[in-house]
């Protein structure tokens, strides 16, 4: 069974801090990685998907790397802002059955 | 483009009432799903779908259940509402093809049993 862990669970950082946020699993058997954004009451925002021939995708500020074979994915956030303060979660999408798995999120805070 | 459009927003259900959620995507993606999202307890995969006439049960089906008469649409019912059911429910849809799969999701139906 595919299980998703994201580490740390919450984060408080000041502004213009560069960050590190956590994503293991334990089944290497999956098409991608893929980074949501979620602010409070609201729905998922995609932020980066990697496939599992690919080692890392970046979008602006964002960076993801994924280790498929020792079951690891990071996002790195450089200068973080105000605006990133939102939950970070991290879903890998099964080779078998096909159906996506989450990691519980990462809260983050970025205090101005 | 609309993305993946959910209704309603917000519900109260009573006890024992049965209803529907409504899911509908205009981007051709064969893959869609639902998830419910508790605190403490991350998003879980309730059904899933591969295409128009496929249905699969996903982590936590019970009390639950799916049809995808069309591409588009993917309602999910309750049969019968527990407050156990009490929860947020997001939809979502992606292309099944593997380079292609990035999920789209809903904004997300708030539903309260009472």
């Known amino acids: 069974k595919q299980e998703v862990t994201q580490i740390p669970a919450a984060l408080s950082v000041p502004e213009g801090e560069n960050l590190v946020l956590n994503c293991s699993f334990t089944d290497s058997a999956i098409y991608n990685l893929q980074w949501f954004r979620q602010d409070p009451g609201k729905g998922l925002t995609s932020l980066l998907l990697i496939q599992s021939s690919q080692r890392e995708q970046t979008s602006g500020r964002l960076n993801a790397s994924l280790d498929k074979s020792s079951g690891r994915s990071t996002l790195y956030i450089a200068a973080s802002q105000p605006g990133d303060s939102a939950t970070y979660l991290c879903a890998v999408r099964r080779v078998y059955g096909q159906n996506f798995v989450f990691g519980p999120g990462t809260r983050l805070s970025v205090l101005p | 483009n609309a993305g993946v459009t959910q209704t309603p927003k917000f519900q109260v259900l009573k006890t024992g009432q049965s209803m529907t959620l409504q899911c509908a995507q205009d981007?051709?993606?064969?893959?869609m799903s639902w998830y419910r999202q508790d605190p403490g307890m991350g998003l879980r995969l309730i059904h899933y779908s591969v295409g128009a006439g496929i249905t699969d049960q996903g982590e936590v089906p019970n009390g639950y259940n799916v049809s995808r008469s069309t591409t588009e649409d993917f309602p999910l019912r309750l049969l019968s509402a527990a407050p156990s059911q009490t929860s947020v429910y997001f939809c979502?849809?992606?292309?099944?093809?593997?380079?292609?799969?990035?999920?789209?999701f809903g904004p997300g139906t708030r539903l309260t049993v009472l």
């Open positions: 981007m051709n993606h064969e893959y």
């Open positions: 979502a849809s992606s292309w099944r093809e593997a380079r292609r799969n990035e999920q789209f």
